[in-house]
């Protein structure tokens, strides 16, 4: 029989011996299974369930609102950030203001590439912006999530190894399921008009676009920060700031024939 999957999220009231036993036993005698558990948070665990009806989730709820050892603060279908936060044992930060922004340290890379690669499951345009320092871990994480989701990456522009900026594509490289990635600074300040006409293509196309300094691509092209759907912040430390006065070149190649890449 079809089972729907729902979240349950409770605090913890009173701890003790057997608490997580007791709250199994009631799962188990209202025929519920328990896909996954994890804590999410301090005092708090993360359900992921699978019932075969409402009525047996209605009973949990009424249950479980009798109870004083813990008290319920999620009994829904899971959300994404739910089912991360099952897996890794945490949750995502999420702006209070800015629904769309999501933020990590770089301890928390593990968790940043499964977010993204879930973000690059999704069927059709999506646009996603990543803010970060330099060396802080952005495109190695735009990378490693493409490799998770089995999505082949094309640098349209980027400082990974050295300045690359491309002002086409082969036909082969028109593909919805790939991942494009560009860098807003070096598309913005340093490219020319052919190469922005392969932006525009690209940002026509029913398949995922990450942007890194997505502020500097916006503030410098006729894009808004409204069309970016998620947009990600890395920082080193939860304090840091993220400016963009004092980004380093990469001088690898400085003075060599091999100063930039422009195809």
Not at 22 to 34: H, K, Q, R
Not at 171 to 178: M, V
Not at 225 to 231: A, L, P, R, S, V
Request: glycine share 6%; aromatic share 8%.
């Amino acid at each position: 029989m079809h089972r729907i999957e729902w979240y349950l999220e409770y605090e913890i009231q009173k701890n003790r011996p057997g608490l997580l036993g007791d709250i199994s036993s009631l799962l188990g005698m209202l025929e519920i299974n328990i896909a996954t558990i994890n804590g999410v948070d301090e005092g708090r665990r993360g359900m992921l369930l699978l019932a075969r009806n409402d009525e047996q989730i209605s009973r949990l709820e009424s249950i479980i609102s009798t109870m004083d050892t813990i008290q319920m603060t999620k009994l829904r279908q899971p959300k994404l950030r739910d089912r991360l936060a099952v897996r890794h044992g945490r949750y995502i930060q999420r702006d209070a203001d800015d629904k769309k922004t999501f933020r990590f340290i770089r301890d928390e890379l593990g968790l940043l590439v499964d977010f993204m690669a879930e973000l690059y499951k999704q069927e059709g345009h999506k646009l996603i912006g990543i803010r970060g320092m330099p060396r802080v871990g952005k495109t190695e994480s735009i990378v490693a999530a493409s490799v998770c989701a089995n999505k082949k990456w094309l640098f349209v522009s980027s400082t990974l190894l050295k300045q690359t900026i491309r002002n086409q594509l082969i036909q082969a490289e028109y593909n919805e399921n790939n991942l494009y990635i560009l860098d807003g600074v070096v598309s913005t300040r340093r490219a020319s008009e052919k190469h922005w006409q392969l932006v525009r293509e690209i940002m026509r196309m029913p398949a995922v676009k990450v942007i890194e300094h997505p502020d500097i691509f916006v503030e410098n092209s006729e894009y808004s920060i409204d069309d970016f759907d998620y947009i990600i912040e890395l920082r080193h430390n939860p304090d840091e700031e993220i400016t963009y006065e004092m980004a380093p070149k990469n001088n690898m190649f400085n003075g060599s024939e091999f100063s930039g890449f422009d195809f």
